[in-house]
């Protein structure tokens, strides 16, 4: 019992000696003396402290300043370096594409001109889609497909009634996809319903029978 007592007791002086220690004021610590207390030489001191504080901020904000100006025209540099080579990789896979229409109007001077020249244009043709097969580029799907004004630009239609209506008949112009989005429709022919024969009207049979008669 007497063990709890002083245990209790002793608890109670550490809480009072922390509580003390937090409520004195720091040893040294400077007291907060309103300006009209200061003397002149004290307040000759503050002012060259804000100085020198106000000078020290000013230069770390002029430093910012010019380092951001530095990022900024770095950016810009970067930013028209990318634009002005941004299609390097494109024009090295189209210089092939050159060369064969090259190769072909080379060899048109032949005796087999036009069978060569044939060559050289499939050749030709071939070496382009690869190229754009690699930037990303790849043909809408027309002829044949249902109409979808998404990827489909109708110049006209045309009655038929061997495909469902709505169905890509001709397909005048390819359309092309780059990296999936549209870049140009495809000029299509688009199907609909044959127009229904009008019935003659009353008289106007019995009219054409005399006639002929």
């Known amino acids: 019992m007497d063990a709890e007592k002083q245990n209790k007791v002793s608890a109670e002086s550490e809480q009072q000696a922390a509580e003390k220690a937090q409520g004195a004021p720091q040893e040294g610590a400077k007291k907060d003396v309103p300006l009209e207390k200061l003397t002149k030489a004290e307040l000759i001191q ?18 910012s300043q010019a380092e951001m100006e530095n990022l900024k025209k770095r950016l810009r540099r970067e930013k028209e370096e990318f634009l002005k080579f941004a299609n390097e990789s494109l024009i090295k896979e189209l210089l092939p594409v050159v060369d064969n229409l090259e190769n072909a109007i ?11 020249l044939r060559e050289g244009l499939e050749l030709t043709l071939k070496g382009m889609r690869d190229a754009l097969s690699k930037a990303g580029v790849e043909e809408v799907k027309a002829l044949g497909e249902r109409f979808d004004p998404n990827f ?7 009655e038929t009634s061997e495909v469902e209506t709505g169905t890509v008949l001709q397909e005048l112009q390819k359309g092309y996809l780059l990296n ?4 140009r ?9 044959p127009t229904e024969a009008s019935d003659p009207e ?9 006639r002929d008669s």
């Open 106 to 116: 080379r060899h048109a001077q032949d005796e087999n001109s036009v069978h060569a």
């Open 46 to 63: 503050k002012l060259k402290e804000a100085e020198e504080s106000a000078k020290k901020y000013f230069d770390l904000y002029a430093r």
């Open 202 to 210: 009353p008289g106007q049979e019995e009219h054409v029978t005399d």
């Open 185 to 193: 429709p495809s000029m299509v022919v688009v199907s609909k319903a």
């Open 180 to 183: 999936q989005r549209l870049i």
């Open 152 to 158: 489909h630009y109708a110049v006209s239609q045309e």
